[in-house]
């Protein structure tokens, strides 16, 4: 299934990417799952994402926890921890 | 209700104005305007660039007012928020509220502020005397956010 | 810390700009704005006059400020606080400070507000379409007040 | 022994004075003493002096309560409850 990934803050800086377009895997089907699916793709990613540094997700610009549920077309986005006002 | 992401300064004196004049049933104003301090953990602050992740953000925040709306009795309220790279002593952001009395005000000005500290998609990059770096996200602001979801107004 | 009381109008945003630009170690500022409503206990309020007992008035909103000074964390603070004959949607009273850091600053600003309310010796006299009358005490403002006694910060 | 006397607001209104100059006998020493004594000099002095209304005292600008001791020379006020801010 097709779904659109952003990256912002640190994370986008250590991923080098701001927004990309995944086609997944059928078995990809949460937060927790396509986080570990990006881990694989080397070692600054691993570090992201393997569950030692705290990644926050949205999916079509609600906060949501690892466990939520994707499906095809979502805007997914990963984030540090807010730090604005 | 009203919010505002901008790269664009903002006139403190007008938008309090504004809110205060658009009723004559409004008797208190609370507002904070928070600055670019020129020292952060202890370094000099050089710039403050702030990232934010658009359409999330303004959902965010429209979010946040409705809540205090529900929670307290308040007329209206305004959040500005600016980003982009900004000098110390710059304003980054103003939330305001309007009601008839001062305590319901001055309650959901703080709620407003507290969760848009924790809530909405804002991140803030320093320039330094020793470079760049993020700023990390303070426990205390957690705490300041848990406060309200322990008490019923 | 600074206390003003005037007849005439004071403006918002230069006063708030001031308090801000003053320092770079300043983050945060709050604020309240009270103004005058065009109707109070169900009658329209054709105009408010404020009376004052001078000399005392100033000590007791410097008291205030000092003890505000000594519960919190703050840098400055300030209280402009009018008298005489006023019209709904007219401006108060200021009370603004400022600090590194919100949470100090926004429980000093009530701080000072609720303490204002109950020992700063003002009396307010309105004209109502049905003439004139002193407004009342409340007992919701000893109540305010008295949460601070309450608590240690 | 001689004092001033404020008055303030409504208080002021029903007593038709702002400020006067009393000398005291010297038995009139504390603010209840005080209130007393003025509310023997008419009816609208008793309705505000006898004790059936809340009336405010200070002396020399700072709050007081109704046992404080009055001396020569002292700024007694008196005034309702305050409705600022």
């Known amino acids: ?85 | 209700m009203s919010v505002k992401i901008q790269i664009e300064d903002f006139d403190l004196g007008l938008e309090l104005s504004k809110l205060r004049l658009a009723s004559p049933s409004i008797g208190a104003v609370v507002s904070f305007v928070g600055q670019v301090r020129d020292v952060n953990d202890g370094d000099t602050i050089n710039t403050l660039t702030l990232e934010h992740y658009p359409i999330m953000t303004e959902k965010a925040l429209v979010a946040i007012e409705s809540e205090a709306k529900t929670r307290w009795n308040i007329i209206d309220s305004l959040i500005i928020h600016r980003v982009g790279t900004l000098q110390p002593c710059d304003q980054i952001v103003l939330v305001a509220v309007s009601g008839a009395h001062r305590g319901e005000a001055f309650h959901a000005c703080e709620f407003i502020m507290d969760y848009l500290k924790t809530s909405a998609p804002f991140w803030k990059k320093e320039a330094t005397e020793h470079g760049e770096r993020w700023v990390e996200a303070k426990l205390s602001d957690d705490a300041a956010k848990t406060r309200w979801l322990n008490q019923l107004k």
């Not at chain 1, 793709?41 to 994402?49: P, S, Y």
């Not at chain 1, 906060?63 to 540090?80: H, S, W």
Request: net charge negative.
């Open chain 1, 1 to 85: 299934m097709n779904i659109k990934v952003l990256y912002f803050a640190r994370i986008k800086e250590a991923v080098n990417y701001s927004t990309e377009d995944i086609d997944l895997p059928s078995d990809i089907t949460t937060v927790t799952a396509l986080k570990n699916y990006l881990s694989l793709r080397g070692d600054n990613w691993a570090n992201l994402f393997n569950g030692k540094q705290v990644v926050r997700a949205a999916i079509n610009h609600a906060l949501v926890d690892d466990l939520a549920a994707i499906k095809t077309g979502d805007e997914v986005a990963f984030f540090p921890p807010v730090t604005g006002g």
